[in-house]
């Protein structure tokens, strides 16, 4: 009796992603960060990550190059968190190489909306929590002549990275595909709104935290009643106004430009020179 042996691109439906891909994608995902830049983060490492996805549904060369194109847009989130977002994307695009009708702006909008989230759950879990924890455990038994402590930091943490990559592609991808697959029942439509929503929210916490403006032009000067002398800045009377207010006009604004077809890059530029010159001036601190 003879035993035919099934092809590994079988083992998986028409159309579907096979382990090869699985495994392609994975690696691919680890050098995700290797062609980052600042104008558009991760987009690169997002774009060559997805490339087993695209040319595994798509036969078409333009199909491709427009697939390609949806995942060079803005993208930034924590690196090993980003393969369930992967996984979901590209079940995203399989239903769509289907005739599912989906639209670019669905993949996008999810993409987008699921960075800033995830992100939030990955720096604190993976960069602020097991990283140094470890660290530490490792740096304790070093200090001992142990030879084990650098030894166990390196590989379980690695260990984590690798399980969080693989396993976190393959569950956003089976579960993004039940999600999208049930058009009918308008799962893409709540994940796309929810999605939205959460990134929009996160957004705007980072922009309160991590933009900060200072005016330090002296408006008024005193002597209280306690004989303590008193300065009144602009910067506290804009934020007795409303505090982060600057930040959120120059998040605006910048948006405002960015509409405008102004390249990132010469936002930042201006960005740089304002501060430098403000700063020098006396008028920004």
């Given amino acids: 009796m003879t035993t035919d042996t099934v092809p590994e691109t079988s083992k998986a439906p028409a159309g579907a992603l096979t382990k090869k891909d699985y495994r392609s994608i994975y690696i691919r995902s680890t050098f995700m960060l290797g062609s980052f830049n600042f104008e558009r983060f991760q987009a690169i490492g997002v774009a060559v990550s997805l ?16 697939a390609l194109k949806r995942h060079l847009e803005f993208f930034n989130t924590h690196p090993w968190i980003a393969s369930p977002i992967f996984g979901v994307v590209s079940a995203m695009e399989e239903q769509k190489s289907k005739g599912e009708p989906i639209q670019d702006s669905d993949i996008t909008n999810v993409k987008i909306g699921l960075m800033g989230p995830l992100a939030g759950v990955g720096d604190p879990i993976f960069w602020g929590t097991a990283r140094p924890v470890l660290a530490a455990l490792g740096a304790s038994m070093a200090l001992t002549g142990s030879v084990i402590g650098p030894l166990l930091f390196f590989v379980v943490i690695n260990i984590i990275r690798m399980l969080m990559r693989w396993y976190g592609f393959k569950v956003g991808y089976e579960r993004g595909t039940a999600i999208v697959s049930d058009l009918g029942g308008g799962q893409l439509k709540k994940l796309t709104a929810t999605a939205s929503v959460l990134g929009l929210f996160v957004m705007g916490a980072l922009v309160s935290k991590w933009t900060t403006i200072n005016f330090p032009l002296v408006i008024s000067r005193y002597k209280g009643s306690d004989g303590k002398e008193v300065v009144t800045t602009l910067q506290s009377i804009l934020d007795s106004l409303l505090p982060g207010l600057v930040a959120l006009l120059l998040t605006f604004l910048c948006m405002w430009i960015l509409k405008k077809k102004v390249n990132p890059i010469w936002i930042i530029f201006g960005m740089f020179a304002v501060g430098i010159l403000g700063y020098w001036s006396g008028f920004l601190g």
Avoid: G
């Fill in 51 to 66: 490339i087993p996805s695209i040319k595994r549904f798509y036969s078409d060369k333009h199909d491709q190059a427009e």
